[in-house]
């Protein structure tokens, strides 16, 4: 009994097992979507320490931008003002954004023309997560 369990536990805790989750990659891309959904695509992703994130509008996305929010923070490319005001700053395609992570975290951030600061949180409107792993 004492041996089997050892050895599960070997067979479990082995460099290539299964149960191992692969690194986080260096560079992902993020979809800027306006069709069918206006959404990131993928809501959360995860990238490693010091990588990349390309945002990427889909081919006629329109009136989006990339909204820091929360703690930690990172650089937004856009600018956030009241929902329904028309001076927003935002992008249609063909844009891309791209911004390296040097810390670890979960970032959260949002579209604020089509989201709000809530929508990371409460699955609503554009919003999504980057998570930075070691
Ligand atoms: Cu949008």
Known sequence: MMLAMILGGVACGGGSGSDNNPPAPNAITIMVKSTPTREFKPRVDTVAKAGTVTWSWEAGSQDHNVISTGSPSFTSNGTATLPGTQDVDWFDAPHQYQF??????????????HGTSASPDNLTGMGGFVVVVP
């Open 100 to 113: 390296s992570f040097a810390s670890t975290g979960i970032y959260k951030y949002y579209c604020s023309t």
